[in-house]
């Protein structure tokens, strides 16, 4: 087994270390540790095996059933440990810098707790968080395969992300290039779209423009031009009133008896008697003399106004009309409610429309232009969705073969299974879709010779979950997940095949986590940590208890689960003889 703990030590997925449970189903209270490789669950039926894994889909997200908590108890808790990888990229890196979860000791503590009320609640390192954060950490640690879920491998998107995951790294670069051409040319359409709507309308909006520069060549308008029309307006309206307001200051500044500057004039030369005994006194007189000499610059400027203001009935009349002008083109042109903003964005689409009919004039030529470089970037696309189309037909074949061959060592000795690919032509754009023009179908059949169809309409749930089984072993050393978990991947299976089965496991466990539910010996003895699940009963009220054998113990368990009778020596005697099976077999 060196060979095996070498391969673990290099594993890059994560591991679910414990499940801690309170109140759930059977169980009153349990932790459950789980280690690297093949982690193998066993006991009598009805033991609460089961409800083991229903305490692991709520951690991972899954869907709250309030029958699920224990009788005679209001909640239900149940947490996990998930001990990250050592190097974390991709989307678990995205995921964790979103929502920034306290990591101990490099792992991430997630719960999920269930009232009696139907509510739940989700923690991620013990800050409240939705299912469905705990569902996209779930899709990047663990994969649960049950007869239900397995029903993924009905779905046409699983189907071609299968065979695309197994072809892996010879196939994500061309499909990420791919990816690219299509963007490039979807957004070359729209554009070409956006131009030919502009088109179809453009000998209208040629003439509205045509209208626009005329008017705005004829009123040449100005920025800041209707301020200062009012300014203009307001004063014109008002002359008399300006009038007698300036006469009246005049009056007030220059009359001989009372006026400002006559009484300055008086008080200059008042002081000017004292200069020179009082610097005090002094100070006032300056101060006087340079209030005097700004009194008589101000009667000046208000003469000169005067003789400035005068009735202009005609320039009032074209101010008035200008601003009419000028309101109508701005109200017609501009967007905002401010009149002088408006202007502002008539003048600006004014000054942009001769360009803007040069645009529209020369679209024809751009738009075959387009045309051509959409025709090219076809051409590219066209190629890059063939080329995706022969990598998955290479891959197809070595997937087929490599499934039908474990499905022949799981005791499907005639089971054959085929990945086909259907492709459209691409002589309609609709072909294209974000992987290329390929349909993906998981073909199966029980029986050589058998006509191959769909696995949701051949494989029963036994065979179904040995399918899976086998296409996981095979994806494992391409796309290796944390954890995987398998219920009743044994079902309808026995002797030499359930050997077969375990075998696959342990193989799986090499790469991942592995936890399986099951019934065979054949199975369990694989294990490289046996859990048992035992029911008690105290008359009143039913529990389970949850433990980790020693190998002593396993041993006893597996006599139990080959005969069915608790210490009989003959079964424990079978059970050492299948238990040295995991030394002696190297396949």
Do not use: C
């Not at 996990?80 to 995921?95: A, S």
């Not at 025709?375 to 995706?388: D, I, S, T």
């Not at 089971?415 to 974000?434: C, H, K, L, M, Y």
């Amino acid at each position: 087994m060196a060979g095996v703990a070498s391969k673990r030590s290099e594993r890059l997925g994560s591991l679910l270390e414990e499940i801690n449970i309170r109140s759930l189903g059977l169980i009153d209270s349990a932790t459950i540790e789980f280690k690297d490789g093949l982690n193998v669950i066993t006991g009598e039926t009805g033991a609460g095996k089961t409800m083991l894994l229903n305490a692991l889909s709520l951690i991972l997200g899954q869907k709250a059933d309030a029958d699920y908590i224990r009788q005679g108890q209001d909640r239900a808790v149940v947490s996990g440990r998930f001990r990250l990888p050592h190097r974390i990229t991709g989307d678990l890196k995205e995921l964790i810098d979103e929502h920034e979860p306290e990591i101990e000791e490099g792992a991430i503590l997630v719960a999920r707790h269930l009232g009696r009320d139907g509510k739940s609640k989700a923690q991620l390192a013990g800050a409240t968080t939705t299912a469905s954060t705990l569902a996209a950490f779930a899709d990047l640690f663990v994969e649960i395969h049950g007869q239900h879920t397995n029903l993924v491998l009905t779905k046409a998107n699983k189907q071609r992300e299968i065979l695309d995951l197994f072809a892996g790294q010879q196939l994500s670069p061309w499909l990420s290039s791919y990816q690219k051409v299509l963007s490039s040319y979807q957004e070359r359409k729209k554009e070409i779209a956006e131009l030919e709507k502009a088109l179809s309308d453009r000998d209208r909006e040629i003439r509205s423009l045509e209208e626009l520069v005329s008017e705005f060549t004829k009123i040449k308008p100005q920025d800041g031009e209707l301020s200062q029309l009012e300014t203009l307006i307001s004063r014109l309206e008002s002359v008399e009133d300006l009038r007698l307001a300036s006469l009246g200051a005049v009056h007030a500044l220059s009359d001989e008896e009372s006026g400002a500057i006559d009484s300055l004039h008086r008080a200059k030369r008042s002081l000017s008697s004292a200069k020179g005994r009082d610097p005090q006194l002094d100070q006032v007189a300056e101060a006087i003399s340079e209030k005097l000499f700004e009194l008589i610059d101000a009667a000046s400027d208000l003469d000169r106004y005067l003789e400035s203001l005068s009735a202009d009935p005609q320039g009032l009349e074209l101010a008035q009309s200008r601003r009419g002008v000028l309101s109508t083109f701005a109200k017609r042109y501009g967007q905002s409610s401010d009149r002088n903003q408006a202007l502002a964005e008539a003048i600006q689409r004014g000054e942009g429309a001769k360009k803007r009919i040069e645009d529209l004039g020369g679209g024809d030529e751009r738009l075959a232009e387009m045309a051509r470089e959409l025709e090219a970037l076809r051409g590219e696309l066209l190629k890059a969705a063939k080329l995706l189309t022969q990598l998955r037909g290479e891959s197809a074949k070595k997937l087929s073969s490599s499934v039908t061959k474990e499905l022949v060592e799981l005791a499907m000795a005639k089971a054959i299974f085929e990945v086909r690919i259907e492709s459209r032509d691409g002589n309609s754009d609709d072909d294209f879709t974000p992987f290329g023009l390929d349909e993906v179908s998981l073909l199966f059949t029980a029986h050589r010779g058998g006509e191959l169809l769909a696995v949701s309409k051949v494989a029963s749930g036994g065979e179904l979950s040995r399918l899976m089984l086998a296409l996981e072993v095979v994806l494992a050393g391409s796309y290796p997940l944390g954890t995987y978990v398998f219920d009743e991947v044994d079902s309808g299976v026995a002797g030499k095949a359930a050997l077969e089965v375990g075998k696959r496991l342990r193989r799986l466990a090499e790469n991942s986590q592995v936890i399986v539910v099951t019934h065979l010996p054949q199975v369990a003895l694989w294990a490289d940590n046996h859990i048992f699940v035992e029911k008690d009963s105290n008359g009143l009220l039913s529990s389970t208890s949850i433990k980790s054998l020693s190998d002593q113990e396993r041993e006893l368990e597996i006599a139990r689960m080959l005969s069915g009778i608790e210490k009989s020596e003959h079964a424990q005697e079978h059970a050492r003889e299948l238990l040295n099976l995991r030394f002696s077999d190297v396949g």
